[in-house]
C-alpha cells in the first residue's frame, strides 16, 4: 500500500458530462501529482501542486482543472468530457519538490467515457 | 511529443532468463533517469534510478545500464522470476523538473 488513496476506484459517464477526482497524498506529503495513463500515450504529467500552490503544469487540457486543498488533498475536475478523456488517472505524492524524491502513486480511478 | 521512446512495447522471458528492455531519450539535458514498476491494479513503483554520471547501476538482480553517448539507457533483470511479470515505465527528467515516461513495456515471465 503506498498510502495514496484516490476515489473513486471507477467512473462510468457520458461525453458533455464533468467528473471530479479525489486524492488523499501521504501523510506528510506536500507534493500531489496527476498522471493521466492511456494504452497507446502511457504515463503523461497533468499537473503537479507543492503545498497548495501549483508548481509545473504538463500536458493538461483547458476543460481539466485541479487543486489542492489546505489539507493537502487534491482534486482533478474534467469537464465536457470526450470519449478520449477514457483513461487511468493517477494521483501521486511526494515529500517535496526534488525529481529525485520517489513518487508514491495511487491505485488510479478509471475513467471510462460513454 | 514522446521524448523518451521504449521498446519492447511486450516481452516475454523465460524463468531465470535475463530481461532487457530499452529507453531512448532525445533531450541531451535530461539528467535523471528512473524505473517504474506496475502490477495490475496498482499505480507505478519506483524499482531504481541513475544519473548520468555514471554508466551502470545495480540493486539486487535489477541493473540499469547508461550510455550517455548513445542517449539510451536500459534495465535488466538478472534471473527473472514470475513475480517480476509486471509494465515497466522507464522515465527521465532535467534540472529537477517533471517526469517523463515511456509507454510502458508489459514483461510476463513464463515458468
Known amino acids: 500500500d503506498s498510502g495514496v488513496t484516490q476515489t473513486p476506484k471507477h467512473l462510468i459517464t457520458a461525453t458533455g458530462q464533468r467528473v471530479t477526482l479525489r486524492c488523499s497524498p501521504r501523510s506528510g506529503d506536500l507534493s500531489v501529482y496527476w498522471y493521466q495513463q492511456s494504452l497507446d500515450q502511457g504515463l503523461q504529467f497533468l499537473i503537479q501542486?507543492?503545498?497548495?500552490?501549483?508548481?509545473a503544469k504538463g500536458n493538461i487540457l483547458e476543460r481539466f482543472s485541479a487543486q489542492q486543498f489546505p489539507d493537502l488533498h487534491s482534486e482533478l475536475n474534467l469537464s465536457s468530457l470526450e470519449l478520449g478523456d477514457s483513461a487511468l488517472y493517477f494521483c501521486a505524492s511526494s515529500g517535496g519538490t526534488a525529481v529525485e524524491e520517489k513518487l508514491f502513486f495511487g491505485s488510479g480511478t478509471q475513467l471510462s467515457v460513454l | 511529443q514522446q521524448q523518451v521512446k521504449q521498446s519492447p512495447q511486450s516481452l516475454i522471458v523465460q524463468k531465470g532468463g535475463i530481461s532487457i528492455i530499452n529507453c531512448a531519450y532525445e533531450?541531451?539535458?535530461?539528467?535523471?533517469f528512473p524505473w517504474y514498476q506496475q502490477f495490475p491494479g496498482k499505480g507505478p513503483a519506483l524499482l531504481i534510478a541513475?544519473?548520468?554520471?555514471?554508466s551502470e547501476k545495480k540493486e539486487g538482480r535489477f541493473t540499469i545500464s547508461f550510455n550517455k553517448s548513445a542517449k539510451q539507457f536500459s534495465l535488466h533483470i538478472m534471473d527473472s522470476q514470475p513475480g517480476d511479470s509486471a509494465t515497466y515505465f522507464c522515465?527521465?527528467?532535467?534540472?529537477?523538473?517533471?517526469?517523463?515516461f515511456g509507454t510502458g513495456t508489459r514483461l510476463t515471465i513464463i515458468p
Open positions: 522515465a527521465a527528467s532535467m534540472s529537477n523538473e517533471k517526469l517523463t
Open positions: 501542486y507543492y503545498n497548495g500552490e501549483e508548481r
Open positions: 533531450n541531451t539535458a535530461f539528467d535523471y
Open positions: 541513475i544519473r548520468p554520471d555514471v
